[in-house]
Each structure stands twice: as structure tokens, then as C-alpha cells.
């Protein structure tokens, strides 16, 4: 299957600071990626629909000015949470559509906000 | 109203038993089915597809789709202790813009 990869996978950092995710699509070219959100033991909820060349498109109560997503190319895709507080802390997961249309996830990257 | 249910669980099965999970959905018009497994502290996994009626297999694996009753299952035989993960059903539904919509997943462990 496809292959989706996610950096970092872990990172911790004080209240205020910024924090960049970066979601690459290894082996094919995705115009469209998408970020998930999970926290312990709930499913998984998107946030935005991430797409190359434009505006991504955030799910309602979504901060749009929190949660910054860049797109700049066909393999490559960016979430920077911004001011980060502790109620941000959570599992981060981008995923991209494959040919039949099914989602390939990446590895996840867990935030963990002092 | 929920897109997609699952039961929670947690499912136990013992070691070479069959585990069945279960979802059903509300649109009629979706048109795609997945099954994800996702394992504690991991992102999860893509374990099999089904796109119309019936049964379709794959190694101890088979997804079983009715379009009718809205449901569709996940059959896994001679469960392995490997097997315990959360099992999430995804749906894809056209009529909202073609998005993914998840259950909140099956915890299944299997007993060795």
C-alpha cells in the first residue's frame, strides 16, 4: 500500500511555543492530505483537509489561526499548532487517499504540551 | 446521530477462536468500507476493503458487507494473541464531500 511518513513522532514543549508536524507522501503523489486528532481512547476526529496549492479546509471548531496546515507540494504537508497549551496534547495523525480511494495513515506524532 | 456505530467492547476471545466486529451506518448512499486496526500508542492500519455486497476474504480475514441492512463485519479466524488491538470501521460517504467518517472502534484481545 501507500506509504504515509509523519515527523516527528514524539515531542514535548513548553506552554507558548510553536510546533511543526510534517506529513510526507513517500511513494505517490497526494494533492489531498488529511489531519486527524485523537485523544485516549476516542476515536479518531478530523481537523482539516489539507490541499496542495490552497486554502485547507478545517472541520467546524477547528481554529484555523491554531492549527496553521501548508501544503506547498505534491508529497508534502505541514501542521504547526501554534501557542501550544496543554489542552493540545494529543495524538496527531496525517493520512492520504491511495488509487482505490482508501486512506494510508502515517505514523502518528504524540504532543505533549507542559 | 452517530455516521457509524461500533460496540465499544472490549471483545474476548480465546486463542484460535473466530472474533466478529460489527458496525452499521446510516447513509445509504455510502459507497466504500474499511477496516482499520490500530494498536495502543500507533496510528492505524488498513487490514482490508469491501466496496459491495457479500463476502470478501483475505488470509484469516474476511469483511462482510450488506448494503440493505446497513452493516457490515469483520471476521477474523483463529484469532491470534497478535490480534488484540482496536478495530476501527470507516466509511466513506459520498454525499458529504467523499469524507472518511470513523466508528470509535472495537477493543478486541484475545486470550492466549
Known amino acids: 500500500g501507500a506509504v504515509v511518513s509523519q515527523h516527528p513522532s514524539r515531542v514535548i514543549c513548553k506552554s507558548g511555543t510553536s510546533v511543526k508536524i510534517e506529513c510526507r507522501s513517500l511513494?505517490?503523489?497526494?494533492?489531498?492530505m488529511f489531519w486527524y486528532r485523537q485523544f485516549p481512547k476516542q476515536s479518531l476526529m478530523l481537523m482539516a483537509t489539507?490541499?496542495?496549492?490552497?486554502?485547507?479546509?478545517?472541520e467546524q471548531g477547528v481554529e484555523k489561526d491554531k492549527f496553521l496546515i501548508n501544503h506547498a507540494s505534491l508529497t508534502l504537508s505541514t501542521l504547526t499548532v501554534t501557542s501550544a497549551h496543554p489542552e493540545d496534547s494529543s495524538f496527531y495523525i496525517c493520512s492520504a487517499r491511495g488509487l482505490a480511494g482508501e486512506l494510508f495513515f502515517g505514523e502518528g506524532s504524540r504532543l505533549t504540551v507542559l | 446521530q452517530k455516521e457509524v456505530e461500533q460496540n465499544s467492547g472490549p471483545l474476548s476471545v480465546p486463542e484460535g477462536a473466530i472474533a466478529s466486529l460489527n458496525c452499521t451506518y446510516s447513509d445509504r448512499g455510502s459507497q466504500s468500507f474499511f477496516w482499520y486496526r490500530q494498536y495502543s500508542g500507533k496510528s492505524p492500519e488498513l487490514i482490508m476493503s469491501i466496496y459491495s455486497n457479500g463476502d470478501k476474504e483475505d488470509g484469516r480475514f474476511t469483511a462482510q458487507l450488506n448494503k440493505a441492512s446497513q452493516y457490515v463485519s469483520l471476521l477474523i479466524r483463529d484469532s491470534q494473541p497478535s490480534d488484540s488491538a482496536t478495530y476501527l470501521c470507516?466509511?466513506?460517504?459520498?454525499?458529504?464531500?467523499?469524507?472518511?467518517?470513523f466508528g470509535t472502534g472495537t477493543s478486541l484481545t484475545v486470550i492466549p
Open positions: 511513494d505517490f503523489q497526494a494533492t489531498t
Open positions: 470507516a466509511v466513506n460517504m459520498e454525499d458529504t464531500g467523499n469524507q472518511f467518517y
Open positions: 489539507s490541499n496542495e496549492g490552497s486554502k485547507a479546509t478545517y
